[in-house]
């Protein structure tokens, strides 16, 4: 198991440097094009593989244990180290990773986005894979920032050669904010792993020799906060997101919600909890202020656009959701509760599953109407799913209600532990104000409800026959069936059966805020 998690997180770029060579080895095609497209998935599929038989092999009584660990020292003098591991915090986002990559790469060999070489592509899409493996992988908080960055090349490139109108000025947009955000991020990870003689991030958070004066602590939570709440994004650092995924080609815009977000809480979760409790019990108001904030902005944003005669994109309708579905998690996660912050990482995960669903369905939408604006979609001579495509409007009506919390999906319990964790939050926090930030989120979940519901009545309810003069529009292909399918399947499972993600996560939950201690 331990080689197992190393091949997991190296496999990727391995398969990226045999993306860029004449031919792939061993794999064929009618074309080169075809053959390194094939390559893709291959090697997507492969990880996806092992990482289902590390999930299988990880020793579900101990899920709050490091396994399958790798530790070599790296930089004797720093104490920095190639440790890798996985508990059950990281696992499922792990899974989570190698299973929407794999589904992109797949949804890529059919549907390949307009622009250069496919091998460019490929060899991208798996860095990418491989830096975000990584993130969920390294337990050294230098590795972390290494692995945290490694990513936002790929995604750049992604967005400018192969994204839509606009492409560049949205690939800057993104890498800007992200590496501005980065560099204070670098000043508080610096600031710890200098300060307790070790970047070691499970040394860090269970050896009480090495412990932090609460000064350092506060510099090192505004530092490190900053730069990963410009990822996760929370309001206000967040006005880079809707453009990128307004750009970004339908793979993009599925990795980037469903996994490239995630990196921002859960190093809230892996690294501010455990080794800054004090600067997190300090900021924790301020964090849980900005999240509601941002669930009530993202909302009236989405309402906003999904009115008729506001010619809203579809997509940037969906990535300002995003704005608010993670302001859950932030809240959770600023409960510093076990309840809080278990609803946050079952948010995480529901959020994957539901919005990298809902980006391949506007993608699909795209594809067949030539547009993603809501008014074009809402016209007779558009698309009137329920009438023209059942398959895809069924879809995506399920998605929608997924999105706004129907009791049975994914989407429901990771906002409702959160509002519990709201309703009473850690002993050394204030709980009228906790209890306010409760009921301004609770108000959002009925903000969400009516923008997705205002989606659903648009784009898919129409005639029950096709319009007449109206361009065909074909359903779901054999291939958006295959892609999408996990994706469905997950979100009800994980609706209908919560304990198999809450009995991974809460043990290591409760271990962390523990601060190691049995």
Wanted: proline share 6%; aromatic share 8%.
């Amino acid at each position: 198991m331990q080689f197992l998690l190393a091949l997991i997180v190296v496999g990727p770029l391995i398969g990226a440097v045999a993306a860029l060579l004449p031919a792939p080895p061993g794999l064929k095609g009618k074309s080169p094009d075809q053959a390194v497209l094939r390559h893709g998935v291959t090697v997507t599929g492969v990880i996806l593989a092992a990482a289902i038989v590390l999930a299988l092999g990880f020793d579900h009584d101990h899920p709050s244990k490091i396994q399958a660990t790798t530790d070599i020292s790296w930089i004797p003098a720093l104490d920095v180290r190639i440790h890798l591991g996985i508990d059950g915090i990281s696992l499922p986002l792990l899974v989570l990773t190698a299973l929407l990559t794999f589904l992109c790469a797949l949804y890529s060999y059919f549907k390949m986005p307009s622009g250069p070489s496919p091998k460019a592509f490929v060899a991208l899409l798996l860095v990418l894979e491989s830096g975000t493996l990584a993130t969920f992988a390294v337990l050294d908080l230098l590795l972390f920032f290494l692995a945290f960055e490694m990513v936002l090349i790929p995604m750049y490139f992604l967005i400018a050669r192969w994204g839509g109108a606009q492409r560049t000025q949205a690939a800057w947009k993104f890498i800007l904010y992200t590496l501005l955000g980065s560099v204070v991020m670098l000043l508080g990870l610096l600031l710890i792993g200098l300060r307790a003689g070790t970047f070691d991030m499970v040394a860090l958070a269970t050896d009480n020799d090495r412990e932090l004066s609460t000064s350092v602590q506060v510099i090192a939570v505004l530092a490190i906060g900053i730069g990963l709440a410009v990822k996760t994004p929370m309001w206000p650092l967040h006005s880079w997101l809707p453009d990128a995924h307004t750009a970004a080609p339908t793979v993009g815009s599925v990795l980037l919600a469903g996994v490239l977000l995630k990196m921002g809480t859960y190093g809230f979760v892996r690294i501010l909890l455990p080794i800054a409790p004090d600067g997190m019990e300090t900021f924790a108001p301020y964090l849980a202020a900005f999240a509601v904030v941002g669930i009530i902005y993202g909302s009236l944003a989405c309402l906003a656009l999904a009115r008729p005669g506001a010619k809203g994109d579809l997509k940037r309708l969906i990535a300002y959701s995003s704005v608010g579905h993670m302001g859950f998690v932030l809240l959770g996660i600023s409960t510093m509760t076990p309840t809080g912050v278990n609803g946050a990482l079952f948010a995480n995960i529901a959020h994957g599953l539901i919005t990298g669903l809902l980006f391949f369905l506007v993608g699909a939408l795209k594809d067949r109407t030539g547009s993603s604006d809501l008014d074009t979609l809402a016209k007779e001579s558009g698309a009137a799913l329920y009438g023209r495509a059942p398959r895809l409007g069924g879809l995506l009506a399920f998605g929608a209600v997924a999105s706004l919390g129907l009791p049975g999906l994914a989407g429901f319990w990771g906002e409702m532990l959160a509002l519990f964790g709201a309703f009473k939050p850690a002993d050394e926090l204030s709980r009228p104000a906790f209890l306010t930030f409760m009921a301004i989120a609770a108000f959002g979940t009925l903000l969400t409800a009516a923008y997705m519901l205002v989606v659903v009545r648009r784009v898919c309810m129409g005639p029950t026959a096709e319009p007449s003069g109206a361009p065909k529009l074909a359903d779901v292909h054999g291939y958006e069936f295959a892609a999408w399918t996990p994706l469905v399947a997950l979100t009800v499972l994980a609706g209908l059966w919560p304990a198999a993600l809450l009995g991974l996560t809460d043990p290591a939950v409760q271990q962390l805020l523990a601060g190691g201690k049995s």
